[in-house]
């Protein structure tokens, strides 16, 4: 079972490492000026914070060559601090620009021709449904190695 869960949270967190490189190449390519302001907007707030996610799957994968029960929880607690609340904090940031789109069809920031608020609420919802996986199989994978340590510890 917890080469199982291994291989899907290894899968999720590649997933997330996608999202994160992403997000860095628009903040590089905005930052840097690389491509002219109306191809790529600046980014929005809760991009900055949401950059350190990186965090937690570097303590997922470490946890895994020796079943490290201490980095898989400390990848779940940072997931939570460096994932999930940014975007949580980024939905709400972005709400009013979604709601102004939807009510009058104006937007002001686009990437790529696209609306900024539509593409990044479409990355927060891609974004919320990995780290809400990763969550799910980490806690099935602690519950996992905690009961094979209780078994080890009974003999």
Partial sequence: M???????????????VAIWLLLLAQMCVSHL??????????P?????????SIIPSLFGLMSFPRNNISYLVLSMISTGLFSVAPLIYGSMEMFPMAQ???RHGKAYRF?????AVSVMY?????AVQVHGWQLYYSKKLLDSWFTSTQEKKKK
């Fill in 33 to 42: 000026k690389l491509l002219p302001h109306d191809q790529v907007a600046m």
């Fill in 2 to 16: 917890s080469v199982a869960l291994k291989s899907e949270i290894k899968k999720l967190i590649y997933m997330q």
């Fill in 111 to 115: 990437i790529f021709g696209a609306s």
């Fill in 122 to 126: 479409l990355l927060v919802v891609v």
């Fill in 44 to 52: 929005y707030q809760w991009e900055y914070p949401y950059l350190l």
């Fill in 100 to 102: 102004q789109l939807y």
